[in-house]
């Protein structure tokens, strides 16, 4: 169509000949007319490009902010994440610190918490829960044992309060470490617990006697000679 239109159009810039005035004023007007079509024609490209709408941070003059975008109302929750079981998502039952996991702890959970305790814990707590990490080796204010008979006695609640909420000098871990991941750490923090505090009557019957075995040559003495560099 508008092709056809600039067409027309060059047709009328030739006929507009000196041969004949009328005949001139007519085909001028018919240019008016062609051109007024053409740019009405140009004009009605208002499409999906530019939409009455706001782009992301864009200024408002309806609001008094001055904003577009508004704040969620208060309390609002996003689909999927309506975090009501307060044992899972609180570590907390009837108000108070939960005393039992909100699910069966597995080997392969146990497997998890370490992985993420290495990753989130040792740098303070150390690998075994000494809190002799290497950031507390430089001069970081040390942590207490996982060992001592107050944390050996705290729920797994208070755990789970410590991780979510941070304690004292320690900062919150809970936009670093999903809950699951809290609850399968604290798993891990009670097998370091008892790794450290168990008797031979915590191993099965059947496998006391290896450990035996292995200990007498555990405690044999070893001699290690350590070698220096040499720098010359
Ligand atoms: C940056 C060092 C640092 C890291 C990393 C860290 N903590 Fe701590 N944590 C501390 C310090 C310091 C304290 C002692 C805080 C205080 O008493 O003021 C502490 C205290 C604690 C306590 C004892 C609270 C009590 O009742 O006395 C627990 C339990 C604990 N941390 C668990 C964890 C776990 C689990 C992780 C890993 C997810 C972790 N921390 C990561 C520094 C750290």
Not at 21 to 49: D, F, P, R
Not at 130 to 135: E, L, M, N, R, S
Not at 199 to 218: F, G, K, N, R, W
Request: proline content about 6%; some cysteine.
């Amino acid at each position: 169509m508008s092709i056809y239109s600039v067409l027309r159009a060059n047709l009328c810039v030739n006929r507009s000949s000196p041969s004949g005035k009328a005949h001139s004023a007519i085909a001028g007007w018919h240019c008016v007319a062609l051109l007024l079509c053409l740019l009405v024609l140009t004009g009605c490209n208002n499409g999906m490009e530019d939409q009455p709408k706001y782009e992301p941070f864009e200024a408002s003059t309806f609001f008094d902010s001055g904003m577009s975008a508004q704040p969620l109302v208060a309390n609002t929750v996003a689909r999927g994440q309506l975090r009501a079981d307060s044992h899972l998502y609180a570590g907390q039952v009837a108000g108070r610190p939960a005393e039992e996991f909100p699910f069966p702890v597995t080997a392969e959970i146990v497997a998890r918490g370490q992985e993420r305790y290495n990753i989130y814990c040792t740098p303070c707590h150390g690998y075994a829960g000494y809190g002799d990490g290497v950031i507390v080796q430089r001069g970081f204010s040390p942590p207490p044992s996982f060992h001592d008979e107050r944390l050996r006695a705290a729920t797994v609640g208070h755990f789970y309060s410590v991780i979510t909420n941070g304690f004292g000098t320690m900062y919150s871990y809970a936009d670093r470490i999903t809950p699951e991941d809290r609850w399968a750490i604290i798993a891990y923090v009670r097998a370091l617990q008892l790794s450290q505090n168990a008797t031979m009557d915590d191993v099965p019957a059947d496998e006391q006697p290896a450990l035996e075995a292995a200990s007498d040559e555990i405690t044999g003495t070893v001699t290690v000679t350590v070698v220096m560099p040499n720098n010359d």
